[in-house]
Structures are given as structure tokens and as C-alpha cells.
């Protein structure tokens, strides 16, 4: 089996978005979503407030890429150009042949069909390009609209974790999706 070995963030392309490769300078424009209260419910309670707290993230979600270990884009719209969000392949293990994925949209895209559009082309990616063999969706159990989009793709639900996580106020039970490529495949 051929290892692969990233160098740099792909640009992955769809009708309507650009995923490219995070960077310290989108802290401005990632603020905003990733400090809003109602997008981060389901991920975290204390989102970061300040833009240096956002440039700390990125820089550690650029550690795990020169590690290996995640893949951090950011999500543009083609009109506007704006950054509608990140989309992240974290837990990254690519002598396993595994990842999880990791979405946060900005409020006003949410419910537009944002990441039907994202997981119709990252899907293949994760499985033809990077050769990934399972790609898991691990939310939080009251996160409806991620639950309804992960069997929308056929990703088949393993389990329930219970009191999992705790996002600093609340313990969370979480639900894991697997998708793995001969199912995909075969889809």
C-alpha cells in the first residue's frame, strides 16, 4: 500500500464553494462564526472571543496538518468570496485509513445545502485521493441536522456514547456515524 504524504492543503472545488487551505490570516473572517454563541452549541459553549484566541486555533489546526493528523480548510463562496465556514478531516490516521470530519457554517448558510454540496465532493476525495478506508461523523446527540445529513450520505449510525463529552458546563452523549469505502462504493 502507497503511503501518502501531504505537503501542502489541497484545494478542493464544488459548484458553488472553494475549500483551501486554513490559514493565519482567515482568523478575521472565522471569527465571527466561531464565536457565535447558537452555531458553537453543539461543539462548545465557550467559543473564542477574541481574534488572537482564533489565530491560536488555526495555528494548532496547521500543527496537526504538518503532523498529519488533520486536514483544515476554509469554505468559500464563489459569488461573494466570502468565508462561509471551516470544514475540517481530523483524527487523521493514514496508515489506518481514517478520519473524522469537523464542520462549523456560518448562521445565515446553515439549512441551505452548504454541506450536501461540501460531502458530495469530499467524500470522494477522502476516499479516492487520500485512499481513507472509513470516514466517521462523531456529534453530539441533540445535533438533529448533522444526524439527518450523515444518513442523507448513508453513513451508518454505530452508537451511542454515553456523557462522552463535556463541553466545560454540560456532559453530552455523542452519536457516531461511520461511512466506509466499500459501502460508498457500492452506493
Same mark, same amino acid.
Given at each position: 500500500?502507497?503511503?501518502?504524504?501531504? !505537503?501542502?492543503?489541497?484545494?478542493? &472545488? !464544488?459548484?458553488? /464553494?472553494?475549500?483551501?487551505?486554513?490559514?493565519?490570516?482567515?482568523?478575521? *473572517?472565522?471569527?465571527?462564526?466561531?464565536?457565535?454563541?447558537?452555531?458553537?452549541?453543539?461543539?462548545?459553549?465557550? @467559543?473564542?472571543? !477574541?481574534?488572537?484566541? =482564533?489565530?491560536?486555533?488555526?495555528?494548532?489546526?496547521?500543527?496537526?496538518?504538518?503532523?498529519?493528523?488533520?486536514? @483544515?480548510?476554509?469554505?468559500?463562496?464563489?459569488?461573494?468570496? &466570502?468565508?462561509?465556514? =471551516?470544514?475540517? #478531516?481530523?483524527?487523521?490516521?493514514?496508515?489506518?485509513?481514517?478520519? &473524522? =470530519?469537523?464542520?462549523?457554517?456560518?448562521?445565515? /448558510?446553515?439549512?441551505?445545502?452548504?454541506?450536501?454540496?461540501?460531502?458530495?465532493?469530499?467524500?470522494?476525495?477522502?476516499?479516492?485521493?487520500?485512499?481513507?478506508?472509513?470516514?466517521?461523523?462523531?456529534? #453530539?446527540?441533540?445535533?438533529?441536522?448533522?444526524?439527518?445529513?450523515?444518513?442523507? #450520505?448513508?453513513?451508518?449510525? +454505530?452508537?451511542?456514547?454515553?456523557?462522552?463529552?463535556?463541553?466545560? +458546563?454540560?456532559?453530552?452523549?455523542?452519536?457516531?456515524? *461511520?461511512?466506509?469505502?466499500?459501502?460508498?462504493? *457500492?452506493?
Amino acid at each position: 500500500m502507497e503511503k501518502i504524504l501531504l !505537503t501542502e492543503i489541497p484545494i478542493v &472545488e !464544488t459548484g458553488n /464553494y472553494i475549500l483551501r487551505g486554513m490559514d493565519l490570516i482567515d482568523a478575521s *473572517s472565522l471569527l465571527p462564526v466561531m464565536s457565535h454563541k447558537e452555531t458553537m452549541k453543539y461543539i462548545t459553549p465557550h @467559543p473564542v472571543k !477574541t481574534k488572537e484566541e =482564533m489565530e491560536k486555533k488555526i495555528a494548532n489546526h496547521l500543527r496537526g496538518f504538518e503532523k498529519q493528523k488533520e486536514i @483544515p480548510w476554509v469554505i468559500i463562496d464563489r459569488e461573494n468570496e &466570502e468565508i462561509v465556514g =471551516m470544514f475540517r #478531516f481530523h483524527k487523521l490516521h493514514l496508515w489506518h485509513r481514517k478520519a &473524522e =470530519m469537523g464542520a462549523v457554517i456560518r448562521q445565515e /448558510y446553515q439549512k441551505k445545502g452548504v454541506m450536501t454540496e461540501i460531502l458530495t465532493t469530499v467524500l470522494p476525495y477522502a476516499f479516492h485521493q487520500l485512499n481513507l478506508n472509513r470516514v466517521v461523523g462523531d456529534i #453530539f446527540e441533540g445535533n438533529r441536522g448533522s444526524q439527518r445529513l450523515l444518513e442523507k #450520505f448513508h453513513f451508518r449510525k +454505530e452508537g451511542q456514547l454515553r456523557q462522552t463529552d463535556f463541553d466545560g +458546563e454540560n456532559y453530552h452523549d455523542t452519536i457516531v456515524y *461511520s461511512l466506509l469505502k466499500s459501502e460508498y462504493e *457500492s452506493i
